[in-house]
């Protein structure tokens, strides 16, 4: 009786995601044209010397040759020698580009920010990550939905790539995060965004600053978006609107990337928010149950591998509608291992995200609990 319950509510979580991903944003009518208003890009950086220059070639072609475009590059204590790489293709920019590269006095990420919005003047800011790859006229896509909508912010998705078994379990988590992020957008509640795909007006910067909780490594992203009513973001998640970026290529990397990413859980404001990531946690612990009883059965025909394979049937068949609008093929055999796994992994980040442990990120030692500054 109990495992018909769990597949009910895992079910029932299911459709309320989908019914939030359905009311999403669709994607504005492309004679819709922006106003020619300059555009600030804000890039922070550490170490990124391998991927700079590609990522100023796709600035470079991310508006219309009549938008100017200032670019931010905010340097967070490099040990490498991208800043000398800037410097030397400078030059190289198109006429409505200029450059801009700028030092942090404190090291950390979210300072670096705070140095490239204080440069910033122009109508319109965009952020984004020095790893990650642009699409041609990305940018303009991006005015055209929020002139369309009359926004203040648009929020938009951030894909993983890679090769491999590894690398496409980090996808497929991913894509299911943005899938997570795009529900509660629609429900005027975020609780999670990706900073390195925003656009918002200039006028707004004074609650991105405000919005920011210092003692926490990462979430500067997340905490402005719940700092922001409904009414003042909109959001398109399709691929047409994505960016990428690389996974991660060692299991250390991944792990401190993810204990970065669940520090700032905490700190979620909204009943909602821990409504859900209470649901979540109690239904894991089910699934987890029920995976342990399965082992123990020795015999593949018993109710509890019938559970296993409605559960993962029940995630495949909601992941490959929303899949489809990033044209994303989901492998079987992977997302079967994901469907079956992730109620451990999610658990076990969920409690470490509670205990005061310390983890290494860009060169640098942070710790999940929070403090004054949390980097050392």
């Not at 859980?265 to 409504?275: D, M, N, Q, V």
Request: with cysteine; hydrophobic share 45%.
């Amino acid at each position: 009786m109990w495992m018909l319950l769990l597949l009910t509510l895992w079910l029932l979580l299911f459709l309320w995601l989908d019914r939030g991903i359905a009311e999403g944003s669709p994607e504005p009518d492309s004679a819709t044209i922006p106003t020619q208003a300059a555009v600030d890009v804000i890039v922070p950086f550490r170490n990124e010397a391998g991927h700079l220059e590609q990522l100023l070639k796709d600035l470079y072609t991310s508006v219309h040759p009549n938008r100017a475009l200032h670019l931010i590059l905010v340097d967070d204590h490099s040990s490498d020698h991208g800043s000398h790489m800037i410097e030397s293709v400078r030059g190289l920019a198109p006429e409505n580009v200029s450059i801009s590269l700028l030092n942090t006095d404190i090291p950390g990420k979210k300072r670096a920010l705070m140095v490239g919005l204080d440069r910033s003047e122009a109508p319109w800011v965009f952020l984004t990550d020095a790893d990650c790859r642009l699409p041609h006229g990305h940018i303009e896509r991006l005015l055209m939905l929020a002139e369309r909508d009359a926004s203040e912010v648009v929020f938009t998705p951030v894909l993983f790539q890679g090769n491999g078994l590894f690398s496409t379990l980090q996808s497929l988590e991913n894509f299911n995060t943005q899938a997570v992020t795009e529900a509660f957008l629609s429900k005027g509640k975020p609780m999670m965004v990706n900073g390195a795909n925003i656009l918002f007006r200039s006028k707004v910067k004074d609650i991105y600053l405000r919005s920011q909780h210092w003692g926490y490594p990462g979430g500067d992203d997340v905490f402005f978006a719940q700092a922001l009513t409904r009414a003042q973001y909109t959001f398109c998640y399709t691929k047409r609107y994505a960016v990428t970026t690389a996974t991660e290529t060692n299991w250390r990397a991944f792990f401190n990337q993810r204990m970065r990413w669940v520090s700032k859980a905490r700190s979620y404001p909204e009943r909602i928010h821990l409504a859900f990531t209470a649901l979540y946690g109690l239904l894991s612990l089910g699934f987890i149950g029920v995976f342990i009883q399965a082992i123990l059965a020795g015999s593949i025909w018993n109710t509890a591998w019938l559970v296993l394979v409605a559960k993962w049937i029940i995630d495949r068949s909601f992941h490959q509608s929303w899949a489809r609008k990033y044209a994303m093929a989901i492998p079987l055999g992977a997302h079967i291992l994901l469907s079956w796994s992730y109620p451990f992994y999610s658990l076990i980040l969920g409690v470490l995200s509670f205990i005061p442990l310390r983890f290494d990120w860009k060169g640098r030692t942070f710790s999940n609990k929070p403090a004054t500054e949390a980097s050392v």
